[in-house]
């Protein structure tokens, strides 16, 4: 990632992920790595452009070690990327070698308010389906409870 009058230069791989993001401006939400730890913000984030390097073992012979895209979602074992080749890809982590930030789109988790919200109202409607399969299902397959 280069920089040229402090605009981020993008791969051209990435223009069209970074496009049907809205092109968000990249500048200010760049990693801070150094300085006061309260006002330090790095590590990668939801919709944050990456190139990952997959090991050699798990793919044949012809296929590209790199794989390029916007990442999507991160578990404990699997990474999901939006690949530029417009494909949704789930990675699992043992096959993964490196991983290379390309540019951050979204600001870091803590200061990301559009994220937060997200979250606080994806909580409340998972929480609201729960009560609802309780209250549906109250008395129905409680025969293998003792008492």
Do not use: C
């Amino acid at each position: 990632m280069g920089r040229k009058n402090t605009k981020v230069k993008l791969p051209d791989w990435a223009n069209e992920l970074w496009q049907g993001l809205g092109s968000p401006k990249l500048e200010k939400i760049d990693s801070v790595h150094t300085g006061d730890l309260l006002k330090r913000r790095h590590g990668l984030r939801r919709d944050d452009l990456i190139e990952v390097m997959l090991d050699a073992r798990a793919l044949s012979k012809d296929d590209d070690h790199w794989l390029r895209g916007r990442l999507l979602s991160s578990g404990k074992s699997t990474i999901e990327i939006l690949g530029s080749d417009g494909r949704h890809h789930y990675l699992a982590r043992d096959v993964i070698v490196q991983v290379i930030l390309v540019a951050h789109t979204r600001p870091a988790y803590i200061d990301d308010d559009e994220l937060l919200s997200f979250e606080r109202a994806d909580q409340k409607r998972r929480s609201n389906l729960h009560e609802k399969a309780e209250k549906e299902s109250s008395g129905t397959g409680d025969s293998h409870l003792w008492g």
